[in-house]
């Protein structure tokens, strides 16, 4: 924690609504939100959402929600039926996007120059990328999550450097965590955060340094803090957890005691 407030890495709790939503609950949502009493203010706290809901949501949602997409299209015009591009996502409010979700990967084949392209995409617009990056279950008993993880991020790597990175975030999300109820234990989360920040290390240390790295599978109140707690894990993406307002805020909370806990020691 020491390393971590000494960086000055602030903690992100991000939310991932995936197909779930509707007016209805978004109304309960934000108003659950607000009833609620834990201050976000020393987080950054985000929903990613369905995209016909970023209006509502940017409107409605108390400005210290970062609002962000959960996809956006690899080129900025022209005739791709069905896509949005990063400056459409900008125009009704967006400051983030999820890029390489494992659910994109595997329902839309999606690959990593896809990713790469959206997350120039992504950068070229301002909006904050969130790239996800994950081994399966085969993958890890086959002990290539390092390969794996590695080669996902070299998809990116090279667009890395010390003037974006503070706008530039990475979750590690293990495909067999996601909504499983399976939570990887801290220590496999830090092993392989660690085992990223290694390689972009290797590009650039100060850029390695400032780059926050997400936790991502069945993440909620009850796990938060030991994950987070971990020197290279510096927040959340929460699928199941962040669909209910008082779950969600649960997690912030977690990060919340670990700050108390930093600028008590
Ligand atoms: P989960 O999903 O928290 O429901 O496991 C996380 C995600 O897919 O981003």
């Known amino acids: 924690m020491i390393q971590k407030a000494a ?5 992100m709790i991000a939310g991932n609504w995936k197909l779930h939503g509707s007016h209805a609950m978004i109304r309960q949502w934000l108003a659950d939100f607000m009833a609620l009493d834990t201050s976000i203010d020393a987080l950054d706290v985000a929903l990613c959402v369905p995209y016909v809901y970023l209006p509502m949501l940017s409107t409605n949602a108390s400005k210290n929600i970062l609002i962000g997409a959960q996809d956006v299209s690899a080129h900025d015009t ?3 039926t069905g896509e949005v591009s990063a400056a459409m996502l900008q125009e009704v409010g967006a400051r983030l996007v999820l890029i390489g979700h494992s659910e994109r990967r595997q329902d839309h084949a999606e690959s990593d120059e896809l990713v790469r392209a959206k997350f120039k995409q992504a950068l070229a617009q301002g909006l904050m990328p969130v790239v996800c990056v994950g081994e399966s279950q085969q993958q890890r008993e086959n002990n290539e999550t390092f390969a794996v993880i590695e080669r996902q991020l070299n998809a990116i790597i090279d667009l890395l450097n010390a003037a974006n990175a503070d706008q530039c975030i990475l979750a590690y999300e293990p495909i067999w965590a996601i909504g499983t109820g399976l939570t990887a234990s801290a220590e496999q989360a830090q092993e392989v955060h660690q085992f990223i920040r290694s390689q972009l290390a290797h590009k650039d240390v100060t850029m390695a340094r400032q780059i926050r790295l997400l936790y991502g599978g069945s993440c909620k109140g ?12 510096d927040g959340g993406l929460i699928g199941g957890a962040s669909l209910k307002a008082e779950d969600f805020m649960a997690i912030c909370h977690q990060a919340n005691k670990l700050l108390d806990k930093t600028q008590s020691d």
Do not use: I, Q, T, W
């Open 78 to 80: 022209g005739a791709h």
């Open 7 to 11: 960086m000055m890495r602030k903690f």
């Open 222 to 233: 009850s796990n938060a803090y030991e994950l987070f707690s971990m020197p290279d894990v």
